[in-house]
């Protein structure tokens, strides 16, 4: 519970923050995808290719995952010292027994001793997404923000509308067009250049991009969490 809420809390966070926009330059909607989808996507391809390896009888992946769980817990147990203050003598022994247990049982059964973590990875990473959603939802219908695309790789706008097509795939079957993604024009008429700022920006183009994040958010983020877990 506690991890809930602090997964809940750290993509309130982060939403707010994101999307602070002081009317002068548009918010970065690739710093957006970057951040909060395109590296959620590479954790679930890791996941994939880990569960791909194991299931082929290569037993790298995810076994380390679980690892590093149990080292970390141990870690924080041993040095600790609030805790071998609080607890006396005989439970700090016990406690030291107990973590011996758990890499025992980590060596015994380890594919079982792993999925418990990942359920609660999972669980709080549909959290996040919903304090990020959350966040996303109040700062829209609270403010007048402008959503535009830029980068110094100078993507062209062909690129961008192709890459957001592929990510609206999922929902582009059921959902009208004009609100699963923004199309070309739009796109384009969200270009921005640096030394023209946004006075040549059409409000129109500038709010497109919305429902795109959320759904963005609601798929990948939210919707296959839940179905992983």
């Known amino acids: 519970i506690i991890l809930a809420i602090c997964g809940a809390f750290l993509g309130l966070v982060s939403g707010l923050t994101f999307f602070t926009y002081s009317g002068t330059t548009p918010v970065n909607v690739i710093n957006f995808l970057f951040l909060f989808v395109f590296s959620q996507l590479l954790m679930l391809l890791f996941l994939f290719i880990g569960a791909g390896l194991r299931l082929a009888g290569w037993d790298i992946l995810p076994a380390p995952v679980a690892g590093f769980y149990g080292d970390t817990v141990t870690w924080l147990m041993a040095r600790s ?3 071998r203050h609080l607890v006396p003598g005989t439970g700090t022994d016990d406690m030291t027994r107990f973590v011996g247990l758990l890499k025992k049982q980590r ?3 380890g594919a079982a001793f792993y999925w418990p973590l990942f359920s609660l ?3 709080v990473m ?3 997404n919903l304090g990020l959603l959350t966040a996303t939802g109040f700062r829209i219908l609270t403010s007048d923000i402008a959503f535009g695309w830029q980068s110094t790789i100078q993507f062209s706008t062909d690129f961008i509308s192709r890459t957001v097509n592929v990510l609206a795939l999922p929902w582009s079957w059921f959902i009208p067009p004009e609100f699963s993604s923004p199309s070309a024009a739009q796109i384009e008429g969200t270009r921005i ?3 023209d700022g946004i006075t040549l920006l059409h409000t129109q183009d500038l709010v497109s991009w919305w429902p795109f994040l959320v759904l963005c958010i609601l798929f990948y ?3 296959v969490r839940l179905v992983l877990v």
């Open 121 to 123: 990875s999972q669980r």
């Open 126 to 128: 549909v959290c996040f």
């Open 81 to 83: 010292k609030k805790i």
């Open 193 to 195: 250049i640096l030394k």
């Open 107 to 109: 060596l015994v059964y």
């Open 221 to 223: 983020g939210i919707l």
